[in-house]
């Protein structure tokens, strides 16, 4: 028996069999979770069934986190299907991709920004309200992605950064609040890797580069590596920890300038 054994998680934000969503999926099945699965537009909506008839054939849902009706719709039906839920895995992000290139001041918008922090940020809270009564008395887990650019600047991550950065202060301000509860609450701050979401950031394929470069690890990680830690962060393996970060990057976070980059200069 894996160590999710009659766990049932909500994984929000599979796109393809590439996502970092799907990596998670696939461990956590692997583990022994009941997977459910959502998908944000009808062009999506094949991809993702045919992502969960790969993981056990859990429901599928249509989802756009914008939207409060559709969130408690999503609820209500995990609700009638399972009558309870132990994880919710939130891998949703978005910017408009014309800011997500050039000067931070001068591309990012009143409208983008708060576009942002929506999707990326206010959309985990959401997930987190509609997910609470059906986590009671489950000692439930909350998971979200993040990203390094939330921590110090990027190039071309632009008004991503604050939005993850909003992210991350929600991870502690939720653990903190759902706590007494016995619902844990954290993130995984992944490494860079190739998905479709990453495909709308500026010289995607150089930072890939640099990572692997620097990295005490010298490669990048893979999806498998996120979900197999994402796995264990939503087990009782880690019931001791909440209101955490998590760095899945091969080490890069923890280096202010290697040795190849001086070797490069």
């Known amino acids: ?98 800011e997500l290139e050039g000067s931070f001041v001068e591309n990012t918008t009143r409208g983008g920004y708060a576009m942002a922090h929506d999707i990326s940020a206010y959309s985990f809270v959401a997930l987190a309200r509609g997910a609470r009564p059906l986590m009671q008395g489950r000692n439930g887990s909350l998971l979200t992605l993040s990203y390094l650019g939330g921590e110090r600047a990027l190039p071309n991550y632009n008004v991503m950064g604050p939005a993850k950065a909003s992210l991350e202060a929600s991870v502690r301000y939720m653990a903190n609040d759902l706590g007494p509860e016995g619902i844990r609450v954290n993130a995984v701050s992944a490494g860079p890797i190739r998905t479709l979401a990453a495909s709308g950031i500026g010289d995607f394929r150089k930072m890939l580069d640099l990572n692997a470069a620097s990295a005490p690890l010298r490669r990048n990680v893979g999806i498998d590596e996120v979900g197999n830690t994402s796995a264990f962060l939503c087990s009782d393996l880690a019931s001791g920890i909440t209101g955490e970060v998590v760095h899945v990057d091969a080490g890069f976070h923890a280096i202010a300038l290697s040795g190849s980059a001086l070797d490069a200069s």
């Open 1 to 98: 028996m894996g160590f999710l054994s009659n766990r049932k998680a909500l994984i929000v934000g599979v796109a393809s069999n590439r996502s970092i969503a799907w990596g998670i999926a696939e461990a956590m099945h692997r583990e022994g979770a009941e997977i459910a699965l959502t998908y944000q537009t009808d062009k999506l909506k094949g991809r993702v069934e045919q992502c969960a008839e790969a993981c056990g054939g859990g429901p599928v849902m249509p989802l756009d986190v914008t939207d409060d009706a559709q969130i408690d719709a999503v609820f209500e039906q995990l609700k009638q299907t399972w009558g309870h839920l132990d994880i919710v895995v939130h891998a949703v992000g978005f910017a408009p991709r014309e």
